[in-house]
């Protein structure tokens, strides 16, 4: 593990633990505040992610950044990053060993950032992170305290473009969030 931010981003940035490096254009370590209350894990980056080195920037992260405005998150004081820092091809979801080469990096941002709330963006960060007994249908939208840590399940933004029904879930799991973090005097 690594004590601060530079020693685990220059670790992250030479990164060969799998496969997935060898396509990569860049590394998507993570953005946003390095001292939120709130953090948001996704998947992996996507295409426009891997050219522009920044978690959520594509179609899914505009969408999400919508409704961060709408519903009053500055994602400036959020900190944003995936279960992979390298794009899988084609986006496809992350293999187990990939997603175990890169989940000590991720941990170690969670240790850094220390977060009160994580919401988990999609099943590949839900099973990740809580365990593959969890199933984004059945447990989106509730909460989970572990560890001092309250977790929010939620749709992935890219689920969203593909299907409508699913922005009125995310919405809502959302807008508990902006409530929680408000009963916890938390600034958005």
């Known amino acids: 593990m690594y004590d601060n931010w530079e020693k685990l981003e220059k670790a992250i940035i030479g990164c060969r633990k799998c496969k997935l490096c060898e396509n990569r254009l860049n590394i998507v ?10 953090m948001f894990i996704g998947e992996g980056p996507g295409a426009d992610e891997d050219k522009q080195g920044i978690p959520f920037v594509g179609r899914a992260g505009q969408l999400m950044n919508k409704a961060f405005d709408a519903l ?6 959020i900190y944003i990053s995936n279960i992979v820092k390298c794009r899988p091809p084609n986006n496809r979801v992350p293999e187990n060993d990939e997603a175990e080469a890169c989940l000590d990096y991720l941990r170690n941002q969670v240790i850094l950032v220390k977060p009160k709330i994580i919401v988990l963006l999609g099943n590949t960060a839900l099973k990740n992170i809580l365990g593959s007994e969890y199933k984004i249908s059945s447990i989106r939208g509730n909460w989970i305290g572990k560890k ?41």
């Open 29 to 38: 370590f993570g953005e946003g505040n390095k001292n939120a209350n709130i």
């Open 148 to 188: 001092n840590i309250l977790y929010m399940p939620t749709w992935h933004p890219a689920a969203l473009l593909r299907d409508d029904l699913k922005k009125i879930d995310f919405w809502k799991d959302l807008k508990k969030v902006v409530e929680t973090a408000n009963e916890l005097k938390i600034e958005l």
């Open 72 to 77: 009053g998150i500055n994602r400036k004081k």
